[in-house]
């Protein structure tokens, strides 16, 4: 399995901007499609962002459609997620998670994914 060490959280004003990134290890991350999930104080973990193994399909919850951009960089073995526009409901702990290699199609939620990080704090104060 790959391991995953999520960084780039924080806290930010409503309406700003984040980055998180996700650095994994291992010579095969170019064949894990790759998720981002979120959870809040009290809730359930929720699917936020996925990725294919080769970028070209991506796919995202509506709450951020429009609003975040997952992308990948497997020379760098990492893969962020852009988040701008940043609102209050967005503060949760960030999960990036990994499926099993060159599996396709869009995810089913959490039971999809195999390994995950140690999740990042985004804290969006209003």
């Known amino acids: 399995q790959v391991q995953l060490v999520e960084s780039g959280g924080g806290l930010v004003q409503a309406g700003g901007s984040l980055t998180l990134s996700c650095a994994a290890s291992g010579r095969t991350f170019s064949s894990y499609p790759m998720g981002w999930f979120r959870q809040a104080a009290g809730a359930e973990r929720e699917f936020v962002a996925a990725?294919?193994?080769?970028?070209?399909?991506?796919y995202y919850a509506d709450s951020v459609k429009g609003r975040f951009t997952i992308s990948r960089d497997n020379a760098k073995n990492t893969v962020y997620l852009q988040m701008n526009s940043l609102k209050p409901e967005d503060t949760a702990v960030y999960y990036c998670?990994?499926?099993?290699?060159?599996?396709?199609?869009?995810?089913?939620?959490?039971?999809?994914?195999?390994?995950w990080g140690q999740g990042t704090q985004v804290t969006v104060s209003s």
């Open positions: 998670a990994a499926r099993k290699p060159y599996a396709v199609g869009k995810p089913m939620g959490s039971r999809d994914f195999g390994s």
């Open positions: 990725i294919s193994w080769s970028g070209a399909n991506t």
